[in-house]
């Protein structure tokens, strides 16, 4: 139950913070890499190579680490082992890279401070399954972009951290989640808007691409699917993803809407065939982007 000290304190963020202020603050607090800054100007000139951005990525050991275990990971299930930072460039995209780069560093400032606010595991658990279920339905529906729907399911709950960072204090209230009450009632209850909200306006800031920010931005529906279908697949993609990240609480039957797969032709019984293969390889790729299950391993 919402204390009343917990109400007061949402009362007060709700009339002195927006969803763009608190994008704005939130990207003073998280520094983007040097590393990052340099391979976005790069690929967005046209004029770098993959060699040069290769060679930009090695200049951040750790990054390129990253990269090299993201491209042999079951995101992109590569048929032969990726050896080379060059090779890894080409399997994930130049134009990702800038993104992973972003995700990376996030990654990296959350630890175990962190998690007496959230359930960092959870955070990342949702955060992949909605990348790879948003993958393996975009195949199913014949997009082409593979990697941009990836790069919004990793992205799409960057609110939360958001928040984490400038009020962690209402982390508790906007996690009083239940059958009855999925996340965004419950932000919207506690925030006066959702963390898709502040998800959009981050990225934004952070310059990725008006496709990516706009289907972060509308993952949520109101009993309609989106106008796109990058979005109606994150949209799909982000429900099942509160299935099997609270399978105590959520089932397919209950809890999504038929209407968001209906419109992208699948069947409920291709939604459950998935199923087992993106947990699997969820769990297989949680270690790369969680730093906790990095450190235990």
């Known amino acids: 139950m919402t204390t009343k000290l917990?109400?007061?304190?949402?009362?007060?963020?709700?009339?002195?913070?927006?969803?763009i202020e608190y994008s704005q603050k939130a990207a003073e607090l998280f520094a983007i890499p040097e590393t990052a800054t340099l391979i976005k100007k790069m690929s967005d000139s046209g004029k770098a190579s993959?060699?040069?951005?290769?060679?930009?990525?090695?200049?951040?050991?750790?990054?390129?680490?990253?990269?090299?275990?993201?491209?042999?990971?079951?995101?992109?299930?590569f048929s032969r082992k990726i050896e080379s930072i060059d090779r890894a460039i080409q399997v994930i995209g130049v134009?990702?890279?800038?993104?992973?780069?972003?995700?990376?560093?996030?990654?990296n400032i959350l630890g175990r401070e962190q998690?007496?606010?959230?359930?960092?595991?959870?955070?990342?658990?949702?955060?992949?399954?909605?990348?790879?279920?948003?993958?393996?339905i975009a195949k199913l529906c014949g997009e082409r972009d593979i990697h941009r729907v990836i790069t919004s399911g990793l992205l799409h709950n960057t609110g939360e951290l958001a928040v984490l960072r400038v009020n962690p204090h209402l982390i508790k209230d906007c996690n009083l989640i239940g059958p009855t009450q999925k996340p965004r009632f419950a932000q919207q209850q506690t925030l006066g808007f959702t963390y898709a909200e502040i998800s959009a306006s981050l990225l934004?800031?952070?310059?990725?691409?008006?496709s990516?920010?706009?289907?972060?931005?509308?993952?949520?529906?109101?009993?309609?699917?989106?106008?796109?279908?990058?979005?109606?697949?994150?949209?799909?993609?982000?429900?099942?993803?509160?299935?099997?990240?609270?399978?105590?609480?959520?089932?397919?039957?209950q809890h999504v809407p038929s209407f968001l797969y209906e419109c992208l032709d699948i069947s409920a019984e291709q939604l459950v065939a998935l199923y087992d293969?993106?947990?699997?390889e969820c769990n297989d790729t949680l270690k790369i982007f969680n730093k906790n299950v990095s450190e235990a391993a």
Request: charged letters at 15%; a neutral charge.
């Open 204 to 210: 934004q800031r952070w310059l990725l691409p008006d």
């Open 277 to 280: 293969t993106v947990k699997d």
């Open 115 to 136: 998690s007496k606010y959230i359930n960092v595991d959870n955070y990342w658990k949702q955060s992949l399954i909605t990348a790879i279920m948003g993958k393996y």
């Open 212 to 253: 990516i920010v706009s289907t972060v931005a509308m993952q949520h529906h109101d009993d309609v699917p989106s106008v796109t279908m990058e979005s109606q697949i994150i949209q799909l993609a982000y429900e099942l993803s509160l299935v099997m990240a609270y399978p105590h609480l959520y089932n397919i039957e």
């Open 95 to 107: 134009k990702s890279v800038y993104d992973y780069a972003l995700i990376f560093s996030i990654s």
């Open 50 to 77: 993959v060699q040069d951005i290769a060679n930009t990525v090695m200049l951040d050991p750790g990054l390129a680490a990253q990269i090299l275990k993201l491209a042999n990971s079951s995101i992109y299930r």
């Open 6 to 19: 917990s109400i007061v304190k949402s009362g007060l963020n709700r009339a002195n913070m927006n969803a």
